[in-house]
């Protein structure tokens, strides 16, 4: 095992230790459809986004999007509509039932794309390239990006995501205009992947 999997995987472990004691009660779906009415606009109105600069919700961990919506609040993370919506949400009791209405759906899903550049993507992905330093994303997200665990709040489900918008993720980590990942550990990833990397393996993603 590589010293920087060795790192990453204390890091996980510690991370989600420390986050037990803050994780809240679980939220009720069937309450939640009729709170997340607010949410179809942009992401549609089981979690599909139909453009694709906002992202999938469908299937999504409820306690990532918590900490997502919580972070918009509490400026740690910034975005122009995202931003204002957060202060929307209600209550923590509300969240908790948008989000577990959206994680109650169906895995967001893509069209499988065969390409070249797909092909390269799958290969990041799975194996990571040791040479660059770049560390394979199945190990966080999971086989298919659809999650490494029942739940997560730092890890979440990308599998199938709109591609534009994971090409706008990892470049806002690789730019540091994102900086809400649990000790920088996105960034360190995707610092070291140049753009035809982050084409590729959103392209592969995008697709599952």
């Known amino acids: 095992m590589s010293v920087f999997k060795q790192i990453v995987l204390l ?3 510690m991370i989600l230790l420390s986050y037990g004691s803050l994780t809240q009660a679980a939220g009720d779906p069937v309450k939640g459809k009729v709170k997340a009415a607010a949410c179809a606009g942009c992401h549609g109105k089981d979690g599909n ?3 694709p600069n906002f992202p999938k919700l469908s299937g999504q961990y409820a306690d990532y ?8 609040l509490h400026k740690k993370r910034s975005d122009p509509i995202m931003s204002g919506m957060a ?5 923590a009791k509300d969240l908790a039932d948008i ?6 759906q169906k895995k967001m899903k893509g069209t499988q794309v065969k390409s070249a550049k797909a092909a ?4 990041l992905y799975l ?3 040791s040479a660059r330093g770049i ?3 199945v190990h966080c997200h999971g086989k298919n990006g659809k999650g490494a665990s029942k739940t997560n709040p730092f890890f979440p489900v990308i599998g199938g995501q709109h591609k534009v918008y994971l090409v706008k993720i990892l470049k806002d980590f690789k730019l540091k205009k994102r900086t809400n990942d649990p000790a920088g550990m996105m960034a360190a990833v995707a610092i070291k992947m140049n753009n035809a990397d982050i084409d590729a393996v959103s392209e592969y993603l995008s697709g599952l």
Not at 65 to 72: H, L, R
Not at 87 to 91: C, D
Not at 120 to 123: A, E, L, M, Q, T
């Open 135 to 137: 560390y394979a994303c």
């Open 65 to 72: 999007i918590v900490k997502q919506v919580n972070d918009f």
């Open 49 to 51: 986004s139909l453009a």
């Open 127 to 129: 194996k990571g390239n």
């Open 87 to 91: 202060a929307m949400a209600g209550s």
């Open 99 to 104: 989000a577990a209405f959206f994680a109650s």
């Open 11 to 13: 890091l996980s472990t």
């Open 120 to 123: 390269r993507g799958k290969i």
